[in-house]
T-cell receptor, first 111, second 113 residues
Framework: SQKIEQNSEALNIQEGKTATLTCNYTNYSPAYLQWYRQDPGRGPVFLLLIRENEKEKRKERLKVTFDTTLKQSLFHITASQPADSATYLCAPRIGTYKYIFGTGTRLKVLA | EAQVTQNPRYLITVTGKKLTVTCSQNMNHEYMSWYRQDPGLGLRQIYYSMNVEVTDKGDVPEGYKVSRKEKRNFPLILESPSPNQTSLYFC????????????FGPGTRLTVL
Protein backbone atom coordinates (compact mmCIF):
# COMPACT_ATOMS: atom_id res chain seq x y z
CA SER A 1 0.00 0.00 0.00
CA GLN A 2 1.03 3.60 -0.47
CA LYS A 3 2.78 5.00 2.52
CA ILE A 4 4.15 8.39 3.50
CA GLU A 5 6.51 8.67 6.44
CA GLN A 6 7.48 11.87 8.17
CA ASN A 7 9.49 12.30 11.36
CA SER A 8 6.93 11.17 13.89
CA GLU A 9 8.67 12.83 16.78
CA ALA A 10 8.52 16.56 17.33
CA LEU A 11 11.58 18.47 16.23
CA ASN A 12 12.93 21.12 18.60
CA ILE A 13 15.62 23.45 17.37
CA GLN A 14 17.21 26.67 18.50
CA GLU A 15 16.29 29.93 16.85
CA GLY A 16 18.62 30.79 13.98
CA LYS A 17 19.46 27.17 13.18
CA THR A 18 18.36 25.25 10.10
CA ALA A 19 15.46 22.86 10.53
CA THR A 20 15.41 19.80 8.27
CA LEU A 21 12.25 17.72 7.92
CA THR A 22 12.07 14.42 6.09
CA CYS A 23 9.36 12.87 3.93
CA ASN A 24 9.78 9.31 2.69
CA TYR A 25 7.34 7.52 0.43
CA THR A 26 7.00 3.99 -0.86
CA ASN A 27 5.23 2.03 -3.55
CA TYR A 28 4.65 4.74 -6.12
CA SER A 29 6.33 7.53 -8.09
CA PRO A 30 4.65 10.90 -7.62
CA ALA A 31 4.79 13.47 -10.40
CA TYR A 32 5.24 16.12 -7.77
CA LEU A 33 5.26 16.68 -4.07
CA GLN A 34 3.85 19.53 -2.02
CA TRP A 35 4.73 20.85 1.41
CA TYR A 36 2.16 22.51 3.66
CA ARG A 37 2.23 24.26 7.00
CA GLN A 38 -0.54 23.64 9.53
CA ASP A 39 -1.11 25.59 12.72
CA PRO A 40 -3.23 24.11 15.53
CA GLY A 41 -6.93 24.17 14.71
CA ARG A 42 -6.38 25.59 11.22
CA GLY A 43 -6.35 24.29 7.68
CA PRO A 44 -3.07 23.49 5.92
CA VAL A 45 -1.43 26.30 4.00
CA PHE A 46 0.54 25.58 0.83
CA LEU A 47 4.25 26.40 0.97
CA LEU A 48 6.16 24.82 -1.89
CA LEU A 49 5.83 22.34 -4.71
CA ILE A 50 8.63 20.39 -6.34
CA ARG A 51 8.29 18.32 -9.52
CA GLU A 52 9.93 15.00 -10.24
CA ASN A 53 12.36 16.57 -12.73
CA GLU A 54 13.50 19.19 -10.20
CA LYS A 55 16.18 18.45 -7.65
CA GLU A 56 15.71 21.54 -5.54
CA LYS A 57 13.28 24.43 -5.08
CA ARG A 58 13.71 27.56 -2.97
CA LYS A 59 11.41 30.22 -1.63
CA GLU A 60 12.85 32.80 0.74
CA ARG A 61 14.12 30.82 3.77
CA LEU A 62 12.57 27.56 2.56
CA LYS A 63 14.25 24.90 0.47
CA VAL A 64 12.87 21.59 -0.74
CA THR A 65 14.76 18.74 -2.35
CA PHE A 66 13.32 15.75 -4.14
CA ASP A 67 15.27 12.54 -4.65
CA THR A 68 13.19 10.15 -6.74
CA THR A 69 15.80 7.41 -6.41
CA LEU A 70 15.72 7.48 -2.62
CA LYS A 71 11.97 8.26 -2.68
CA GLN A 72 12.56 11.11 -0.31
CA SER A 73 11.96 14.83 0.01
CA LEU A 74 13.74 17.08 2.46
CA PHE A 75 12.29 20.38 3.66
CA HIS A 76 14.69 22.96 5.10
CA ILE A 77 13.96 26.18 6.97
CA THR A 78 17.07 28.31 7.33
CA ALA A 79 17.54 30.96 10.01
CA SER A 80 14.53 29.52 11.83
CA GLN A 81 12.32 31.74 13.96
CA PRO A 82 9.81 30.97 16.74
CA ALA A 83 7.07 31.97 14.25
CA ASP A 84 8.07 28.95 12.15
CA SER A 85 6.77 26.65 14.89
CA ALA A 86 3.99 24.57 13.35
CA THR A 87 3.29 21.15 11.88
CA TYR A 88 4.63 20.58 8.38
CA LEU A 89 2.94 18.14 6.03
CA CYS A 90 4.24 16.60 2.85
CA ALA A 91 1.79 15.55 0.17
CA PRO A 92 2.87 13.62 -2.89
CA ARG A 93 0.36 13.75 -5.70
CA ILE A 94 -0.51 10.37 -7.09
CA GLY A 95 -2.46 10.15 -10.31
CA THR A 96 -4.25 13.21 -11.62
CA TYR A 97 -6.77 13.75 -8.87
CA LYS A 98 -5.51 12.21 -5.70
CA TYR A 99 -3.22 13.44 -2.97
CA ILE A 100 -1.79 11.54 -0.05
CA PHE A 101 -0.68 13.41 3.03
CA GLY A 102 1.86 12.42 5.60
CA THR A 103 0.98 12.69 9.28
CA GLY A 104 3.25 15.69 9.61
CA THR A 105 6.22 16.73 11.70
CA ARG A 106 5.71 19.17 14.55
CA LEU A 107 8.47 21.76 14.61
CA LYS A 108 9.18 23.94 17.62
CA VAL A 109 11.72 26.72 17.31
CA LEU A 110 13.06 27.77 20.70
CA ALA A 111 13.90 31.41 21.34
CA GLU B 1 -10.45 37.89 -0.60
CA ALA B 2 -9.86 34.45 -2.08
CA GLN B 3 -11.05 31.85 0.36
CA VAL B 4 -12.66 28.52 1.09
CA THR B 5 -15.38 28.67 3.73
CA GLN B 6 -16.93 25.85 5.70
CA ASN B 7 -19.99 25.72 7.92
CA PRO B 8 -20.47 24.91 10.66
CA ARG B 9 -17.06 25.19 12.25
CA TYR B 10 -18.07 23.04 15.21
CA LEU B 11 -20.85 20.50 15.44
CA ILE B 12 -21.91 18.02 18.10
CA THR B 13 -24.58 15.58 17.04
CA VAL B 14 -25.97 12.16 17.84
CA THR B 15 -25.69 8.88 16.02
CA GLY B 16 -28.01 8.58 13.05
CA LYS B 17 -29.02 12.21 12.71
CA LYS B 18 -28.35 13.33 9.13
CA LEU B 19 -26.10 16.33 8.74
CA THR B 20 -24.52 18.42 6.01
CA VAL B 21 -21.28 20.35 6.16
CA THR B 22 -21.14 23.07 3.55
CA CYS B 23 -18.09 24.17 1.60
CA SER B 24 -17.88 27.15 -0.70
CA GLN B 25 -15.03 28.75 -2.64
CA ASN B 26 -14.93 32.12 -4.38
CA MET B 27 -12.03 31.44 -6.75
CA ASN B 28 -13.94 29.76 -9.59
CA HIS B 29 -11.94 26.59 -8.97
CA GLU B 30 -12.79 23.41 -10.83
CA TYR B 31 -11.35 20.93 -8.36
CA MET B 32 -12.70 20.50 -4.84
CA SER B 33 -12.01 17.87 -2.25
CA TRP B 34 -12.96 16.74 1.25
CA TYR B 35 -10.51 15.39 3.81
CA ARG B 36 -10.74 14.15 7.34
CA GLN B 37 -7.88 14.50 9.78
CA ASP B 38 -7.39 12.15 12.71
CA PRO B 39 -4.49 11.91 15.17
CA GLY B 40 -1.80 9.58 13.92
CA LEU B 41 -3.52 9.09 10.56
CA GLY B 42 -3.00 12.44 8.92
CA LEU B 43 -5.26 13.90 6.27
CA ARG B 44 -7.23 11.33 4.32
CA GLN B 45 -9.18 12.16 1.20
CA ILE B 46 -12.90 11.34 1.37
CA TYR B 47 -14.27 12.52 -1.98
CA TYR B 48 -13.18 14.85 -4.72
CA SER B 49 -14.83 16.62 -7.61
CA MET B 50 -13.24 17.51 -10.92
CA ASN B 51 -16.06 19.83 -11.95
CA VAL B 52 -19.81 20.34 -11.72
CA GLU B 53 -21.65 17.01 -11.54
CA VAL B 54 -18.36 15.05 -11.60
CA THR B 55 -17.31 13.43 -8.33
CA ASP B 56 -15.29 10.40 -7.30
CA LYS B 57 -14.27 8.51 -4.20
CA GLY B 58 -11.09 9.15 -2.31
CA ASP B 59 -9.49 6.79 0.16
CA VAL B 60 -12.19 6.77 2.87
CA PRO B 61 -15.61 7.40 1.26
CA GLU B 62 -17.71 4.98 3.36
CA GLY B 63 -20.51 6.72 5.21
CA TYR B 64 -20.25 9.96 3.24
CA LYS B 65 -21.97 11.49 0.23
CA VAL B 66 -21.18 14.58 -1.80
CA SER B 67 -22.76 16.59 -4.56
CA ARG B 68 -21.50 19.28 -6.93
CA LYS B 69 -24.44 21.10 -8.44
CA GLU B 70 -22.68 24.44 -8.63
CA LYS B 71 -19.03 25.14 -9.22
CA ARG B 72 -18.55 27.07 -6.00
CA ASN B 73 -20.22 24.62 -3.58
CA PHE B 74 -19.27 21.11 -2.53
CA PRO B 75 -21.32 19.92 0.48
CA LEU B 76 -20.40 16.84 2.50
CA ILE B 77 -23.37 14.78 3.65
CA LEU B 78 -23.43 12.25 6.46
CA GLU B 79 -26.72 10.39 6.07
CA SER B 80 -26.41 8.43 9.31
CA PRO B 81 -23.41 9.61 11.31
CA SER B 82 -21.63 7.22 13.63
CA PRO B 83 -19.09 7.87 16.40
CA ASN B 84 -16.21 6.74 14.16
CA GLN B 85 -16.91 9.77 11.99
CA THR B 86 -15.91 12.06 14.82
CA SER B 87 -13.07 13.97 13.23
CA LEU B 88 -11.75 17.27 11.91
CA TYR B 89 -12.93 17.84 8.34
CA PHE B 90 -11.34 20.06 5.72
CA CYS B 91 -12.57 21.17 2.35
CA UNK B 92 -10.01 22.17 -0.27
CA UNK B 93 -10.06 23.58 -3.78
CA UNK B 94 -7.67 24.22 -6.64
CA UNK B 95 -8.00 25.78 -10.07
CA UNK B 96 -7.70 22.41 -11.76
CA UNK B 97 -6.97 18.82 -10.73
CA UNK B 98 -3.36 19.22 -11.72
CA UNK B 99 -2.87 22.69 -10.26
CA UNK B 100 0.08 23.30 -8.00
CA UNK B 101 -1.78 24.51 -4.96
CA UNK B 102 -4.73 23.37 -2.89
CA UNK B 103 -6.47 26.00 -0.77
CA PHE B 104 -7.92 24.63 2.42
CA GLY B 105 -10.89 25.80 4.43
CA PRO B 106 -10.69 26.47 8.19
CA GLY B 107 -12.02 23.06 9.16
CA THR B 108 -15.14 21.64 10.79
CA ARG B 109 -14.78 19.78 14.04
CA LEU B 110 -17.48 17.14 14.22
CA THR B 111 -18.35 15.08 17.27
CA VAL B 112 -20.84 12.24 16.94
CA LEU B 113 -22.14 10.93 20.27
Amino acid sequence: SQKIEQNSEALNIQEGKTATLTCNYTNYSPAYLQWYRQDPGRGPVFLLLIRENEKEKRKERLKVTFDTTLKQSLFHITASQPADSATYLCAPRIGTYKYIFGTGTRLKVLA
Amino acid sequence: EAQVTQNPRYLITVTGKKLTVTCSQNMNHEYMSWYRQDPGLGLRQIYYSMNVEVTDKGDVPEGYKVSRKEKRNFPLILESPSPNQTSLYFCASSSSPGADTQYFGPGTRLTVL
